[in-house]
């Protein structure tokens, strides 16, 4: 696999890397991140070995993500159009400003004016909502960004951490409405959290969202700094953010730290390519605050896991779901199918039809 392996974002037109450049570290604005110049060197990286999908947001180190990529682009105007561009909005930047944030209208407008401002384009490939946001009607939001794509501001709605009930409304609405469908999802998805295996990506498979998973490291856990005998670097700022690996996370990483050995691999280049390899994945976030960091993230990209590596890493990370995926997964299938594989899926029989072989 390579970045220029292109793949098809959801239902959609829109063809993106099998990677996409994740910038929430581009600037120093929050006490940790890269410089401009770092960052720049990040995005060239990027694009060189043919990466063509940039992510950002509009709360981004405050608005200066997005300027560094405006900044990077003014200079290479011909790249433009040539890069798949999204960002975020919901994010508030003006203290005590109700209307400064969120999925209403007039939010919705001015946050993407001020993307642009940053970006230095008249237009974004995808727009995500980056947050549910309960108190602005959803027809609200969705007819918003059905005009801003009339006006050629916009070219694809993405959702990003919104419930699965809440998005699957949105697509129902968008879809009877005949406004903008929302072609992706971007979700946590690492193997410290599986949890949207449960509801998020089987709804995306079934309505033909794509599904661009971020924090595939876990806030650094899975990139080869930590271990059950060691505790990881000293960054107080990003301590004080993400906390430190549990106990029961310890167990993961050890194992991933194992199946890197075996590989010869970092186990930051495993993490990624065990997350880019599961069902339903189109695109992977991957960041980097340094460009060897960037390079050695970018190893996933020649690495294939073998079925028993996968099986180790799987099971040992295998997720607690809510009700009622979890039932689904384990009792549906012993009472549906009775024993038999169906679609390469074994089944138990269940103890109750085997208690008795009277059937009436």
Known sequence: MSLDSYVTLGRSGLRVSPFTLGTMTFGEDHGWGSS?????????????????SIDTANIYTNGHSEKIIGDYFAGRSALRDRVVIGTKFFGNLYENDPNGGGAGRK???????????????????????HNFDPSTPVEETLRALDDLISDGKVRYVGFSDVPAWATAEAATIAR??????IIALQLEYSLLERTSEGELIPMAQAL????????????GFLSGKYSSTTSGPV?????????????????????????????????????????????????TLVGARRID?????????DMTLTEAQRGVLDDVSAPTLNFPADNNRTLAPMIQF????????????SPLLQASSARY
């Open 36 to 52: 401009p110049q770092e960052s720049a060197n990040i995005l060239a990286a990027y694009l060189d070995r043919g990466g063509n």
């Open 107 to 129: 939010a919705i407008v001015q946050q993407l004016e001020n993307s642009l401002r940053r970006l230095q384009t008249d237009y974004v490939d995808i727009y995500w909502l």
């Open 176 to 181: 009877f409405r005949g406004w903008a469908p």
């Open 208 to 219: 033909g969202m794509g599904v661009m998973p971020w924090g595939p490291l876990k806030s």
């Open 235 to 283: 960054d107080t700022t990003r301590t004080q953010l993400v906390g430190a690996p549990s106990e029961a996370d310890y167990v993961v990483i050890d194992a991933l730290n194992a199946v890197a050995a075996e590989v010869g691999a970092s186990p930051a280049a495993v993490a990624l390519a065990w997350v880019q390899g599961r069902p339903g994945i189109t695109s």
């Open 293 to 301: 960091q960037f390079e050695a993230n970018l190893q996933a990209l």
């Open 338 to 349: 009775g024993g038999a594989t169906v679609d390469g899926r074994p089944s138990m029989v």
